[in-house]
């Protein structure tokens, strides 16, 4: 079984121990994170090449993906 | 306290051999344990009684917990999870599992020989109701991940993404991230609800908390003794089924409090992770990216 952390993963809500951020702190830090992520794509190539990727290509990808899954849930179906 | 929740180390047996596993042995948990633990968690100050039946696999043994979990469920306020590969599964189990107040969270790395998403492992998935997927990421599975993103991404499942534990199988963190970023990219065409994925406990999922090890949530071992996370088993006990256990709050890391997602992130594993760490790198990434997604800040 492990090392998953299966602490926390569950599908339950009887875990509330403490309030989360809300809509508008959540809003300012996206903001921050933007700058560091910014800085870390600047940073490192390989990033730079994975966004831009996923900017150009997503869709070939998504399609290649897709055929695949659907090949395994076919083979599923008729089993 | 607003919730307990032990880990059940149901039994050190397992029918997978997993390279990053630290689970050895064969014991297997008994009655009479089941029993004094069943006494310590009615005793407990809190009815929010949330179970994690672990191993091992726990399905080898279900016979011998089903009726201890069975019992349980009849106490308002009690949750059961079975934390599984779903390998061989006895069929009395299916029934269990679609009890009311019963989640499921299935392993499925879809390594290229650890547990695979092939078409056994999809049609047992069908008959269980809303299952929590978790993943772990190593050199082992990280080129066949995004297979398994469509198929989370299809059926909106929800998602524990993870590096291992010990760090002994983690990649570096700018081919995680380039990695996680894929599949980011992959759910998003599936209009994922992405409350429902975590990496390395990071989530913006209302009710999570992170590790509450040694507090609200603590491993029961087979042999009665408790320890503050199944890590640690065999190591410091804090405690048994039939005396209870010592609490003791996890403080925040010093070194997280001046990072820029400290409110929201658990600082993944307490006992292993040491802060500061390439691999936050990542979950700052994937911070980013699912906030946007969930709070429509694009």
């Known amino acids: 079984m492990p090392s998953d952390c299966q602490c926390s993963a569950c599908n339950c809500t009887t875990k509330i121990v403490r309030e989360r951020i809300g809509d508008k702190e959540a809003i300012a830090m996206i903001k921050k994170l933007e700058k560091e992520v910014e800085e870390l794509r600047r940073e490192n190539e390989g990033l730079r090449v994975s966004s831009s990727r996923n900017k150009t290509s997503k869709r070939k990808i998504i399609k290649a993906l897709q055929n695949k899954l659907d090949k395994l849930l076919h083979e599923t179906e008729n089993d | ?298």
């Not at chain 2, 779903?86 to 879809?110: G, Q, Y």
């Not at chain 2, 999809?122 to 299952?131: D, T």
Request: glycine content about 6%; aromatic content about 12%; some cysteine.
């Open chain 2, 1 to 298: 306290m607003k919730f307990i929740s032990p880990w059940v180390h149901t039994t050190d047996k397992c029918n997978l051999k997993c390279h990053y596993c630290y689970v050895r042995g064969n014991a297997v948990m008994t009655e009479e344990i089941y029993t004094a633990l069943e006494e310590l968690l009615l005793n407990a100050p809190t009815k929010n009684r949330h179970l994690r039946f672990a191993g091992g696999e726990p399905t080898l043994v279900f016979n011998r917990w089903e009726g201890f979990a069975r019992r349980m469920l009849k106490h308002e306020g009690t949750t059961v999870e079975v934390l599984t590969n779903l390998i061989s599964v006895p069929e009395k189990f299916w029934e269990f599992a679609e009890l009311p107040r019963v989640n499921v969270s299935v392993s499925i790395d879809n390594g290229k020989t650890v547990k695979v998403l092939d078409k056994t492992i999809i049609k047992k998935l069908k008959r269980l109701r809303n299952p929590w997927i978790m993943t772990t990421v190593t050199t082992e599975n990280i080129n066949n991940l995004e297979v398994l993103a469509a198929y989370i991404g299809e059926n909106n499942y929800g998602w524990c993404i993870t590096t291992d534990y010990f760090e002994e199988t983690t990649l570096s963190w700018t081919v995680l991230s380039e990695k996680i970023i894929d599949i980011i990219e992959i759910l998003k065409e599936f209009k994922y609800d992405f409350s429902k994925i975590s990496f390395n406990n990071f989530s913006v999922k209302n009710n999570f908390t992170g590790c509450r090890a040694g507090n609200e949530m603590f491993a029961v071992m087979p042999n009665g003794k408790i320890y503050a996370c199944q890590t640690l088993a065999g190591k410091t006990a804090i405690g048994d089924v039939w005396s209870g256990y010592e609490r003791k709050e996890i403080h925040q890391k010093t070194s997280c409090k001046s990072c820029s997602i400290s409110q929201i992130c658990s600082g993944w594993c307490p006992l292993y992770f040491k802060t500061p760490n390439p691999i936050c790198n990542v979950i700052k990434l994937f911070a980013y990216e699912i906030m946007k997604e969930v709070y429509h800040a694009k």
